[in-house]
């Protein structure tokens, strides 16, 4: 069974700040590992992805996560805010079969 | 850029009524999939698809749910009798193109408010 942890329902930044979103996952197999992005009203978009490659993933918006197998963990991060990463991010792990299985979200504000 | 379709965009509905819920994946993919978020929740797995069978589905997914693929192109997802705590988004994806990494592919959604 695969299941995923995101720590903080909600993250406040500055502007120009530093962001960092934490999700740490649980799977019995190599597991992928994605990072969805979703503003308001809007679908699910991905912002990148892990599948046994580079453990370090750039992906869209200056975004990047690390793979860390020892700690479980694909944290997201970008170096410096920017009021339109304001959205909701969700973590999700799969087995490399076709179910995705999300974390709880977490809710981004970004601050002039 | 191919993009997963889904109609309508917003649904309300009266209790204990059908609905169906439509999406079109992108077309060379093999793997279709629904996914529903109550308001202020997270992203529930409901029910995967493929080779014209369903795969694998949740608890969510029960008798009042079916799903099938009737023309090759269009997906669906029908709700028999609505309750009011189906209302949610939900999400069709797709995945399974040529050298897929498991990366679903969302539409935008179909908001159903049931009354």
């Known amino acids: 069974a695969q299941s995923v942890t995101q720590l903080g329902s909600h993250v406040s930044v500055s502007e120009g700040a530093l962001v960092l979103l934490r999700c740490n996952y649980s799977s019995s197999v190599p597991p992928y590992l994605f990072w969805y992005v979703q503003y308001p009203n809007q679908g699910l978009q991905l912002l990148l992805k892990?599948?046994?490659?580079?453990?370090l993933v750039k992906g869209i918006n200056g975004f990047e996560a690390e793979f860390k197998k020892s700690e479980t963990s694909f944290h997201l991060t970008k170096p410096s805010a920017h009021m339109s990463d304001a959205a909701e991010y969700f973590c999700a792990v799969s087995d490399a079969g076709n179910m995705l299985t999300f974390g709880g979200g977490t809710r981004l504000m970004v601050k002039p | 850029e191919p993009e997963v379709t889904q109609t309508p965009s917003h649904q309300v509905t009266q209790m204990g009524q059908e609905v169906i819920l439509r999406c079109v994946p992108i077309s060379n993919h093999l793997y279709f999939y629904w996914y529903r978020q109550i308001l202020g929740q997270k992203v529930e797995f409901l029910v995967s698809f493929y080779n014209n069978e369903i795969s694998e589905k949740s608890e969510i997914f029960d008798d009042q749910f079916s799903v099938e693929r009737p023309d090759g192109s269009n997906f669906t997802l029908k709700i028999r009798s609505t309750k009011l705590e189906d209302s949610a988004m939900y999400f069709c994806?797709?995945?399974?193109?040529?050298?897929?990494?498991?990366?679903?592919?969302f539409g935008e959604g179909s908001r159903l408010t049931v009354l």
């Open positions: 994806a797709s995945s399974g193109g040529v050298g897929h990494t498991g990366e679903l592919f």
């Open positions: 892990y599948t046994s490659a580079a453990t």
